[in-house]
């Protein structure tokens, strides 16, 4: 497994074309987490809403960037911590 993965990742908030398809650190799994190498992935309205700044900013820490958005995904167990 290598030690990075690509990502669609935002910057900044703003419009669609703040994401960005690029290489990323693949993360570690922490306490409880486990990663998904992901092979389908869903976006939501809460996801374009975080993108533009608009939901849910408040719960994000002070520097949130470079930022993954979405939650909904299929894929195959890469680790377990």
Known sequence: MTDRMKAVRMHEFGLPDVLRYEDAPRPDPLDDDVLVRVHAAG?????????????????????????????????VVEGLC
């Open 43 to 75: 976006v939501n309205p809460v996801d374009w809403r975080i993108r533009q700044g608009m939901q849910l900013v408040s719960m994000l820490p002070e520097n949130p960037f470079p930022l993954i958005l979405g939650m909904d995904v299929s894929g």
